[in-house]
């Protein structure tokens, strides 16, 4: 967060992964280089971002993502363009009505990444929860959970460790991995 970080090796080649790795942005990431990449695609070798809103196929799942977070202020408002204004540069965070749009229209996912909670997560309240959470998450992206209908759903965003399962499908959100890394993962094995 706020530093340069480790992924310029990446980047440069220096450094690789050695299977690949799918990412939907949050809001700390460097928004002023991946909407250079607005509609996703590889970044670097084995690195691909999935853009604002978008999908793709890996060892024949279909995965689907939505970057960002939510922010009443800013839905119905295009993304600024980069370079961005100090001003602006929150904004670039947050998803809009087109990136819903364009999530919706990714049809049937086996796995969905977002980065924001769907608001379907309300209905895992536990005691373990901070207090302060009356709400949590975001309507338009259970819409796009419950249209695409994954089978698994992958969140960050609050730090938390939580899970619920909503028909078919299990919303599973991660923890932090500073704070509690054996809850900030997740290992599917697939035939």
Known sequence: YREPGDFWTFHEGL?????????VGGNHEPWGFLDQHREG???????????????TRVNGLRVAGV????????????????PYLVSRR???TYYNQNDIDRALACG??????????????????????PSHWTQV??????LVVESLRPRWVFCGHMHHKAQHR??????????DFHR????????LEIA
């Open 166 to 175: 909503v028909g078919a499908t299990e919303i599973v959100c991660l923890s």
């Open 108 to 129: 049937r996912a086996d796995i969905l990444l977002l980065h924001n909670w769907p608001d379907l997560m309300n209905a895992a309240r536990d005691a373990s929860w």
């Open 137 to 142: 998450g975001c309507e338009y992206l259970s």
């Open 15 to 23: 450094d690789g992964f050695p299977v690949p790795v799918l990412f």
């Open 67 to 82: 970057s960002g977070v939510y922010s009443p202020t800013w839905f119905s408002e295009p993304h600024p363009e980069p």
């Open 90 to 92: 929150k904004q670039a």
């Open 180 to 187: 509690d890394p054996a809850n900030a993962f997740v290992v």
């Open 41 to 55: 695609g590889q970044l670097a070798h084995n690195v691909q971002f999935l853009g604002r809103a978008g999908a």
